[in-house]
């Protein structure tokens, strides 16, 4: 199960599948974006991060993608595994220090 | 939830007391903020410090109180004028306000008895 270009506020994905979560940001001069997992009862984990002049950064299991033409933000997990089952958050950083989160996409993973 | 730590976990507000929340990191980082969680909702800032001794108002500072006196701790006074705290609270710290990402302690539940 994927989705592609629409922000969803819940995603379910079989075990082993891959999962594409996305965000949409709201400022064109943000120059940093991070991409969080909370599980339920829990702080907020940092998962990623890039910053604006990289378009793809890859980490273990997960890879983000920025285009900043229409200024989306994407978290692909690959593999999704239960314990991935979590509320994830992309948040953007304007030049001033103030992060502003984006909508959250609780992401369900079906055994 | 790295080198930031909160506690207590969950506490409990009479009407009319003051509670504080403690916040402390070992991370060396200069910056520190206490966010506020609603249910099904996302994180809105209450007040942040950039350097020991220094704080400034979030987006929704009324009825909360902070201090830093030392570069570890960033304590959250909920005061009686906020009249409804209960709420998920998270702190989290930064190696500078404009540098890094920041990381998140695991929060404090606060309730209204």
């Known amino acids: 199960g994927e989705s592609v270009g629409l922000h969803l506020p819940t995603l379910s994905v079989q075990e082993g599948d891959n999962s594409i979560i996305n965000c949409a940001y709201s400022?064109?001069?943000?120059?940093?974006f991070i991409w969080y997992k909370q599980e339920s009862g829990k702080g907020p984990q940092f998962i990623i991060d890039i910053r604006s002049n990289m378009d793809k950064r890859q980490g273990q299991r997960v890879t983000v993608l920025l285009n900043k033409t229409v200024k989306h933000l994407s978290l692909q997990i690959a593999a999704t595994q239960p314990g991935d089952s979590a509320v994830y958050f992309c948040a953007e950083t304007l030049f001033t220090g103030k992060l502003i989160f984006g909508q959250g996409t609780t992401l369900q993973v079906k055994p | 939830d790295g080198g930031i730590t909160q506690s207590p976990k969950y506490l409990f507000r009479k009407e009319g007391q003051n509670v504080t929340l403690s916040c402390e990191q070992n991370l060396n980082h200069d910056a520190m903020y206490w966010y506020r969680q609603d249910p099904g909702q996302g994180l809105r800032l209450i007040y942040y410090?950039?350097?020991?001794?220094?704080?400034q108002k979030g987006d929704i500072a009324e009825g909360y109180s902070v201090s830093r006196e030392k570069k570890e701790s960033f304590p959250l006074t909920v005061t009686s004028a906020q009249k409804n705290p209960t709420a998920f609270y998270l702190c989290?710290?930064?190696?500078?306000?404009?540098?890094?990402?920041?990381?998140f302690g695991p929060g404090t539940r606060l309730l209204v008895l």
């Open positions: 400022n064109s001069a943000s120059d940093y």
């Open positions: 989290a710290s930064s190696i500078a306000r404009t540098a890094g990402a920041q990381y």
């Open positions: 410090s950039q350097i020991v001794n220094d704080f």
